[in-house]
Every structure is written in C-alpha cells, then in structure tokens.
C-alpha cells in the first residue's frame, strides 16, 4: 500500500503544472484512493525535491517552475571538436538532476537529435559537471554509460585522464550550418517528467579574424541577466542560507524572477560564476554551496538563528528520532553477530549520555522485541552475510556521530558558540551515514554491489569524523566546567 502510494505522490509531484496548496494536495491524493493526514501531506512536500515553497501556503513543482522556460550555454572547443554538446550540470536546475542525462531527449525543428559519445580531457569534464560540487561531479561523469567498462573504486575516485561522455550529437549544425565554439545553445524544457529539451543553436556574428562580434541587442539582454541573476541569487542566501543543495539554491534564485531570468537570450550560471566578483562556488563543509568569495560559508545565520535556540530542559526525546530503517538494521545486525539478549541493544542504539526513565525503557524494549519478533521469523544468516559486515560497520558509524550529534544538541552551549565548520561536517555525516542504512535496508544486494565504493565512503568519513569529533567535544567539555557551582 505504502508502495502505491508514494509512486501516487510521485507522480502528482512530478506533473503538477500549477502552484498549489497542501490541501489541493491531499485532495488529489483522496481522489486517487489515497487519504493523507495534513502531517502526512506535510511531510511528503517537505522531504520530496521535486516541490519547493514558495509564499502564502502554496508550492511549485520543478514541471511548473521550469517546462517551457529557456536556458542557455556557450559551445566550448572540445564539445565543437567533438561535434557535440555535453548537458552536465549546466542543466541545473531545469531538469531532473536525479535522471542519467544520457537519458535525456533532445529536439530541434520537431525531430529528436541522436545522441553522440565524445572523448573530453578529465579537466574539460570536470568543467562541464562543475555545479554538481567537488563531492559529486567525478560520480556524475562516471554515471554515464560511455564510462560502464570504468571501476572508480579501483582507482580511489580518480578519473582517467580522457572520459568519455555522452551528449547531443551536433554535426549537422557544425558542419553544415558552420556553428562554432563560442556560438550559443539555448534550450527549452518541453516535458520534465520525460527529460526531453528543446535546443535552438545560436550563430554569433564573427569579424574577419574569426572573433566573436558583438551584436547588440542579445548581448544587452545578457548583461542585465547577470546583474539580475546576481540579485536574485543573494536574496537567497540571505534568506534561505546555503540550503540543501546547489541545485536548491539555484532553483530559489530562478523562482525570484522566472520571466526575466529565463528569457530567450539568457545567460549561463557557470558564465556568470567565470566572471562574477562577489560570488563563488565555496566549501560547506564537506560539501560545496555558492557563497559569498571568499567567505566560510557558516552553519548558523539568519535563515536559521530562530530555529537553533535550545532549551536544554525541554529536548525531544531521542526514542522519536531513531526511525524504523535504523532499528531493522540494528536488529538484523544482532541477528547477523548472533547475539542473545535485546536489553544490549540500548546501548548500541542510544547515546552513552542518553537516560530512559523505567517507563520509557519498558515501552522501547517492547518496541524492539515487537519488530525483533518480525525480523527474527524470516531473518536468513546465510542469505544475509553478503551484507552483513558492511550493515556492521555503517552502524558503528552511525553509533559514533549520532552521539556525538545528541551530545551537542543536549550541550549548554547555544549552536553558534561550536567551531561552524566542524559543526556543518558532523550535520552532513549523520545525514550521509542515514542514507546509506535506509539504502542497505531497502536494497541489500545493491549495497554488496557497491560494497567497495560504500566501503571507502565509510572510510573518508570515519576520516572526518576523527577531524572534528576533538573540536567539538573540547566546546562541549568547556561548557561543562563553565555550569559547575563551587559550595
């Protein structure tokens, strides 16, 4: 039922080509066999990233937001020397960014264009996917399935030195209309569901010498885009913060002024980024977001202060926090290492700092041995064991951060006093490592398929876990012995 359900709102949040409100929403899921609860519909909106808010209860789709609006990029050398043009991330955040861009469709005049494969030096690569981040960019390219033959995990997530990419095969404007490198392709979203684009390639007037020649009205029109873009885009950071997400970001900037910056003779975001003074791509923690240059991109600032203010008496207790993907691990994991007695599993499961009242104890090991009963009745070691070492040592990590995440949260110390840095790594981690059980949970032999890149995932992040684990429980330590009363 679950299932069925969420390819339901899948489906609405993939299509909706209006803003609409939570409870158009659940009216539509009502209508489709489905009641939601307004916090089930709040959640659905809240954790999907096809959807975002924009004002007075209402939300917008990426398909709302984007089908039909222009975008736009300039050929580079290697595209043109290879008769093609690479999407990478500079479709972001047009499109799906979760689909294979090989995937996508593209059109000219009403006919679909083949695609082509191109070989790219690493550096040009790197180039093309550089909005996806340092962190994500060498998976991006490896995804495509020009690369299927590569192993990154064999070489420690390093590219070769020539990849190969899939593209829109553009030979018959090159050779035939003379499109050059520096000439425009400016795009059009026509389904976003189906990832399939319109292109409309763009000759730019040249002198004798071959050099670009300014043409006037366009080129005006690009140079307001940037200030526009600009504009936009810090209203964004100033109220949304670094956000989830690159492509986030950039999507709030876009929903500030659509018809402006997505007019037909827009610019590019990496064209505005080559030439920009005040804003860059800058590292947020292990991750990267666009910032002010130069700047530290912080944990805590307006668009969050009000929400980081803790009560240390009045915190939620931890039982709420743990979900149900977690405890199945762990309790498939008691299985796999064959153990006996439940009651170590509150050791394992909550922090050391962390106290239950009898009453609490009671209703959680009731809990456990209520889902145990369940797991334990089709639980299979031999079918199992695969996954079972890589299980293990996710939630050994798992174990470490998230204690460290409640010792923060539980600390006297209010959010802005922790080094911020340190502080957005640890958010990331206990995020990444989250991810990585609800994968193992929902698709076990994808993990043993993986196991060598989830194996030096886990390792990089134990690597970081030890880098800022000292600097935060030093802030934790000092406010211990600022509290202590002398009588």
């Given at each position: 039922?679950?299932?069925?359900?969420?390819?339901?709102?899948?489906?609405?949040?993939?299509?909706?080509?209006?803003?609409?409100?939570?409870?158009?929403?659940?009216?539509?899921?009502?209508?489709?066999?489905?009641?939601?609860?307004?916090?089930?519909?709040?959640?659905?909106?809240?954790?999907?990233?096809?959807?975002?808010?924009?004002?007075?209860?209402?939300?917008?789709?990426?398909?709302?937001?984007?089908?039909?609006?222009?975008?736009?990029?300039?050929?580079?050398?290697?595209?043109?020397?290879?008769?093609?043009?690479?999407?990478?991330?500079?479709?972001?955040?047009?499109?799906?960014?979760?689909?294979?861009?090989?995937?996508?469709?593209?059109?000219?005049?009403?006919?679909?264009?083949?695609?082509?494969?191109?070989?790219?030096?690493?550096?040009?690569?790197?180039?093309?996917?550089?909005?996806?981040?340092?962190?994500?960019?060498?998976?991006?390219?490896?995804?495509?399935?020009?690369?299927?033959?590569?192993?990154?995990?064999?070489?420690?997530?390093?590219?070769?030195?020539?990849?190969?990419?899939?593209?829109?095969?553009?030979?018959?404007?090159?050779?035939?209309?003379?499109?050059?490198?520096?000439?425009?392709?400016?795009?059009?979203?026509?389904?976003?569901?189906?990832?399939?684009?319109?292109?409309?390639?763009?000759?730019?007037?040249?002198?004798?010498?071959?050099?670009?020649?300014?043409?006037?009205?366009?080129?005006?029109?690009?140079?307001?885009?940037?200030?526009?873009?600009?504009?936009?885009?810090?209203?964004?950071?100033?109220?949304?913060?670094?956000?989830?997400?690159?492509?986030?970001?950039?999507?709030?900037?876009?929903?500030?002024?659509?018809?402006?910056?997505?007019?037909?003779?827009?610019?590019?975001?990496?064209?505005?980024?080559?030439?920009?003074?005040?804003?860059?791509?800058?590292?947020?923690?292990?991750?990267?977001?666009?910032?002010?240059?130069?700047?530290?991109?912080?944990?805590?600032?307006?668009?969050?202060?009000?929400?980081?203010?803790?009560?240390?008496?009045?915190?939620?207790?931890?039982?709420?926090?743990?979900?149900?993907?977690?405890?199945?691990?762990?309790?498939?994991?008691?299985?796999?290492?064959?153990?006996?007695?439940?009651?170590?599993?509150?050791?394992?499961?909550?922090?050391?700092?962390?106290?239950?009242?009898?009453?609490?104890?009671?209703?959680?090991?009731?809990?456990?041995?209520?889902?145990?009963?369940?797991?334990?009745?089709?639980?299979?070691?031999?079918?199992?064991?695969?996954?079972?070492?890589?299980?293990?040592?996710?939630?050994?990590?798992?174990?470490?951060?998230?204690?460290?995440?409640?010792?923060?949260?539980?600390?006297?110390?209010?959010?802005?006093?922790?080094?911020?840095?340190?502080?957005?790594?640890?958010?990331?981690?206990?995020?990444?490592?989250?991810?990585?059980?609800?994968?193992?949970?929902?698709?076990?032999?994808?993990?043993?398929?993986?196991?060598?890149?989830?194996?030096?995932?886990?390792?990089?992040?134990?690597?970081?876990?030890?880098?800022?684990?000292?600097?935060?429980?030093?802030?934790i330590e000092s406010e211990k012995r600022n509290n202590f009363t002398i009588v």
């Amino acid at each position: 039922m679950q299932f069925s359900e969420d390819l339901a709102v899948d489906d609405f949040l993939r299509s909706r080509k209006t803003p609409f409100t939570l409870k158009d929403f659940t009216r539509e899921m009502s209508r489709k066999g489905f009641s939601l609860t307004q916090r089930e519909g709040e959640d659905y909106l809240a954790e999907s990233p096809y959807v975002s808010w924009i004002e007075d209860g209402k939300f917008i789709t990426r398909a709302a937001a984007f089908t039909g609006r222009f975008f736009s990029f300039t050929l580079t050398p290697e595209e043109f020397k290879n008769k093609m043009f690479v999407p990478g991330s500079r479709f972001m955040p047009f499109v799906d960014e979760m689909q294979n861009p090989a995937s996508w469709k593209f059109f000219y005049d009403g006919r679909e264009l083949p695609h082509r494969v191109g070989e790219f030096r690493k550096e040009t690569a790197l180039d093309l996917n550089v909005l996806y981040g340092e962190e994500y960019e060498v998976q991006y390219i490896a995804a495509d399935p020009a690369m299927s033959e590569y192993d990154l995990a064999d070489t420690d997530f390093e590219l070769p030195s020539i990849v190969k990419i899939t593209g829109c095969d553009l030979s018959r404007f090159i050779d035939g209309d003379g499109l050059r490198s520096g000439d425009r392709i400016v795009c059009r979203v026509l389904n976003w569901d189906k990832g399939e684009i319109e292109i409309f390639p763009q000759k730019r007037t040249r002198g004798q010498s071959g050099a670009i020649v300014q043409i006037g009205d366009a080129d005006s029109e690009r140079a307001a885009w940037g200030e526009a873009f600009e504009k936009a885009l810090i209203k964004v950071l100033e109220r949304e913060g670094p956000c989830a997400t690159i492509e986030e970001q950039l999507a709030f900037a876009f929903y500030e002024d659509l018809e402006t910056l997505c007019s037909f003779n827009c610019d590019s975001v990496e064209n505005y980024l080559m030439h920009s003074k005040k804003i860059a791509l800058e590292l947020f923690g292990v991750e990267t977001r666009l910032w002010y240059k130069g700047q530290d991109v912080p944990a805590v600032g307006t668009w969050n202060k009000g929400e980081m203010k803790k009560d240390p008496g009045d915190l939620e207790n931890l039982k709420f926090k743990i979900p149900e993907y977690i405890l199945d691990n762990f309790l498939r994991d008691f299985e796999f290492r064959k153990q006996k007695d439940l009651t170590l599993l509150l050791k394992t499961m909550f922090p050391e700092n962390f106290a239950l009242t009898p009453d609490e104890r009671r209703y959680v090991l009731l809990h456990i041995a209520g889902r145990h009963a369940i797991i334990a009745r089709k639980y299979n070691y031999f079918a199992d064991f695969p996954v079972g070492e890589i299980r293990n040592a996710a939630l050994d990590l798992y174990s470490r951060v998230s204690s460290l995440v409640y010792d923060v949260e539980s600390s006297s110390a209010n959010f802005d006093k922790f080094p911020q840095n340190e502080l957005v790594i640890l958010s990331q981690l206990f995020a990444h490592i989250n991810r990585i059980l609800e994968s193992i949970d929902s698709n076990p032999d994808a993990a043993v398929e993986d196991q060598a890149t989830l194996d030096l995932s886990l390792e990089g992040m134990e690597y970081n876990f030890e880098d800022i684990e000292g600097a935060l429980r030093g802030v934790i330590e000092s406010e211990k012995r600022n509290n202590f009363t002398i009588v």
